[in-house]
């Protein structure tokens, strides 16, 4: 059977708006991303890593705006980008917005949906929303649907001190199951370091999915190092995915990886459950290079294409249906 296009389920683009609100939410709620990612930000932005670094260890928000307004690299227009998704062979990428905002409190979410709406055979938006504010992310999730096409959530309990399995959360999850929208949940590794790792423990989602099995749910970045746990909930629930971002697909074959057990029941349980997403900001390599490592890894025949295309091709053809 001839290979597929791939689909990169968790990516991050947009304007400069865009890239402001995005970062802003680093700056104000776990600024160590900001130096552990220099090299990607400043290498992105054109500036000099240094220059960077010496704003940075003065104020994170203003390092922010240094690196938005001293640079020219988060300016790549809409049809550039999307030209160059389609001319690396990426059949379909999916753009998560945030609830943050920067100086101009454009809204990130309506900005990214707009650049999905330019080229809907190849973009899908999923609306970022508040963990502290549930009641009012329940109604941004259903407003995004119906005005702005966005057609799935994501959250990102690190960045709010709220455990995905707070049971404060459940007028998003009754939303976004009600809507049939896929919920996004960031799990595992976080360099949030006021919060204690565990509030992205990869235990908190089988909660969320034994409470609402209507709902499909993304372990967001896999869930390492949590690996165990990841795998086992996968095999618990059939309304629980994985996708792997922000993870060089390379490193993953590699003894003491922690990839170990996905990798070992890649040809069974983990066949149907596992998608590929790219995060390749924090990356040097795009999302064409980075799917190409996952097409080298020692899997069953047939499973790289599952990975790479016919998982998330089944989960965003499902996604709204309800609406």
Known sequence: MAERSVIDICAVHGDREVWEAYLTGFALAAPDYLRRF????????GVEEGDYLHHLAADPLAAVHYLIDAGTGFDIADEGYIRHLRDSGIGHQVLHGFPWRGRSAA????????????????????????????????RNIERALVEWNMRGVSVSPFWEGVCASDRSLDPIYRTASRLGLPVWIHAGQNFNNSLPLDISDVRHIDRVAAAYPDLRIVIGHGGWPWMADSVAILQ??????????????RFMARAGSG?????????GALRGKVMFGSAFWVSRLDAAALAREVAELPLPDGVADEWLHGNAARLLAEAGRLA
């Open 38 to 45: 220099s090299a990607s930000l400043a290498r992105r932005a």
């Open 107 to 138: 809204d990130a979410n309506r900005s990214i949906a707009a650049l999905a709406a330019k080229a809907p055979d190849l973009l899908t938006a999923w609306a970022g929303v508040s963990l502290r504010a549930p009641a009012q992310a329940a």
């Open 236 to 249: 618990r629930h059939a309304n629980v995915y994985l996708e792997f971002s922000s993870h060089r697909p």
């Open 259 to 267: 990839w170990e057990g996905v990798l070992l029941q890649a040809g």
